[in-house]
């Protein structure tokens, strides 16, 4: 065991995405403010401001606040007229996997590409079917997607496409916020997110109807007091949440400052044989996470050696959704999305990390190898 000790006589484990909380007494304040007010759901004011403020800031025309970002993609693709096949990556977090099924739909998996671990445009294409309804994509790790590439193909195929954007947040792609791409996005505001809202999630759309269809949507299918017109859920953001995420996303670009100096950090000092996943030309991402590859076989007992020392590093995503249970079958192979999740590792970032953290964990590694 080494005996160096955490600088900044941190107490807990060091995490990915440790939460994000820039402002106490803002949020305290709105706290108050709720307990005044006594409306603690429902639509409430928080939830506006919240909406409005991430519409105006990062140019969004619809944003739809709910209660996490996996019961938003499910909202969406409950809109869809028909069902069919919808293709996605393997290289996820489950989550965007079990919206599609749970929404009665076929996912089908394909590989990613090996820079970045986003959709391959060119897989994506051999895998289109007559049965095929969408694409899903996925932003993972604060990177984009080749969106142009992805647009034409569901235009000449006529297919919906719908992003899961639940870590990119405050990311630009050829200086555009993400949040106007394909017919809806939708972002996570999960305590490990970008934005911490506790949970939460926004949908975003440049589509008015399908808009107003969402808001219904979350809310049972009221139209009125007394009137439900359409199927609905329980898919609304409390007052609480809200709070949360509008008092951390008022300080977001303060947030991408501090996310870049721990990136830049982690670059100066990981060794050679851990390689970091960059991002793609004309992505000004939000650095929330920080990736990198291991070579050789040196991923898993490196896992192991910082969780013994209380470094909580994450193998995201592994080993793919498609070597899951509810949706491995033994004859379907995936190169790229294998080789990744067997060689990625999520390094420590968010609030709790600084500069002096990213030294002492680069220090351990040093140690390790050497
Ligand atoms: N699509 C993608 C691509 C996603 O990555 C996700 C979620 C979704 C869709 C769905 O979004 P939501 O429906 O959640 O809005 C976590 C999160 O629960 C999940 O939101 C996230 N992605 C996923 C990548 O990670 P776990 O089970 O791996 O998290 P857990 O509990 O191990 O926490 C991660 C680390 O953070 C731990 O070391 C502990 C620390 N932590 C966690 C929480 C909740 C804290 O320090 N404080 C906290 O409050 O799933």
Redesign the pocket.
């Known amino acids: 065991m080494s005996d160096k000790t955490v600088p900044g006589a941190i107490s807990?484990?060091l995490?990915?995405?440790?939460?994000n909380i820039l402002d106490r007494s803002i949020f305290l304040k709105r706290v108050e403010r709720i307990l005044d007010q006594k409306m603690f759901s429902n639509d409430g004011p928080l939830v506006r401001e919240l909406e409005t403020s991430v519409a105006e800031r990062l140019d969004i025309p619809h944003v739809i606040a709910v209660s996490?970002?996996?019961?938003?993609?499910e909202l969406v693709l409950e809109t869809f007229p028909k069902k069919g096949e919808i293709i996605l990556p393997s290289f996820?977090?489950v989550?965007?996997a079990h919206?599609v099924k749970r929404m009665g739909f076929t996912p089908v998996f394909s590989d990613v590409t090996s820079d970045f671990g986003l959709l391959d445009p060119e897989q994506v294409k051999r895998l289109i079917t007559p049965k095929t309804v969408a694409l899903l994509p996925?932003?993972?790790y604060g990177n984009i997607c080749d969106i142009d590439a992805l647009t034409r193909i569901s235009c000449e195929h006529s297919l919906k496409l719908i992003f899961?954007s639940?870590?990119v947040l405050g990311v630009r792609h050829k200086g555009i916020y993400a949040g106007t791409f394909g017919q809806a996005e939708?972002f996570?505001?999960?305590?490990?997110?970008f934005i911490?809202g506790?949970?939460?999630?926004l949908i975003a759309t440049t589509d008015e109807d399908l808009a107003a269809a969402l808001r219904r949507a979350r809310n049972f299918g009221f139209v009125g007091y007394d009137q439900v017109n359409s199927i609905g859920t329980n898919a609304k953001l409390s007052e609480i949440h809200a709070a949360m995420a509008l008092t951390n996303f008022e300080h977001f670009e303060e947030i991408i400052r501090h996310n870049k100096r721990i990136h830049d950090a982690y670059k100066r000092r990981l060794p050679s044989w851990m390689q970091l996943i960059g991002f793609p030309v004309h992505t000004e991402s939000n650095f929330q996470y920080v990736v990198a590859r291991c070579s050789g076989l040196k991923r898993d007992p490196l896992v192991k050696y910082l969780h013994g020392h209380r470094v909580?590093v994450?193998r995201?995503?592994y080993p793919g959704v498609h070597r899951m249970a509810p949706y491995s079958d033994d004859h379907h192979h995936l190169p790229v999305t294998e080789e990744l999740s067997e060689s990625v590792i999520c390094l420590p970032t968010?609030q709790?990390i600084n500069e002096d953290t990213v030294s002492y964990i680069c220090d351990l590694i040093a140690e390790f190898d050497g």
């Open positions: 807990r484990p995490h990915v995405g440790s939460p996490n970002a996996t019961i938003g993609l996820t977090f989550a965007t919206a996925v932003n993972v899961d639940a870590h939708v996570s505001l999960h305590a490990t997110k911490n506790f949970e939460g999630g909580l994450r995201y995503f968010g709790d």
